[in-house]
């Protein structure tokens, strides 16, 4: 069974950093596939932040570009296994609901259906 269990989320005044991880279990990395982070405001859609493929492949959203950075330290053979999102010069807007996602196929979708698998978030606030 795979699981995805997110931490690192937390209240932060605005220009600050956090990292979030994502611990990821019960997954198989012999085959392609993509991973990534989304974030939710209430009332809103769930929208894609950064994704990562397993060919290494970075994708992310205008909105965060230069500010985050997705990476991860994933494989067969890695005790980590976690998918990290580092978060510079945060914002009051991108306070959120932030949830790691993964798919067991090599496509990189842009919406959260093409995602299977889901852990059940981590909240950021971020204070001006």
């Known amino acids: 069974e795979v699981q995805l269990v997110e931490s690192g989320g937390g209240t932060v005044q605005a220009g600050g950093s956090l990292r979030l991880s994502c611990k990821v279990s019960g997954y198989t990395y012999s085959s392609p596939y993509c991973m990534g982070w989304f974030r939710q405001i209430p009332g809103k859609e769930r929208e894609r932040v950064a994704r990562?493929?397993?060919?290494?492949?970075?994708?992310?959203?205008?909105f965060v570009k230069g500010r985050f950075t997705i990476y991860k330290d994933i494989s067969s053979d890695s005790p980590k296994n976690t998918l990290y999102l580092q978060m510079n010069s945060l914002k009051a807007e991108d306070t959120a609901m932030y949830y790691c996602?993964?798919?067991?196929?090599?496509?990189?979708?842009?919406?959260?259906?093409?995602?299977?698998?889901w852990g059940p978030g981590t909240q950021v606030i971020v204070s001006s």
């Open positions: 996602a993964a798919n067991d196929g090599g496509y990189c979708a842009i919406g959260p259906d093409g995602y299977t698998f």
């Open positions: 990562i493929g397993s060919d290494g492949g970075l994708r992310y959203a205008d």
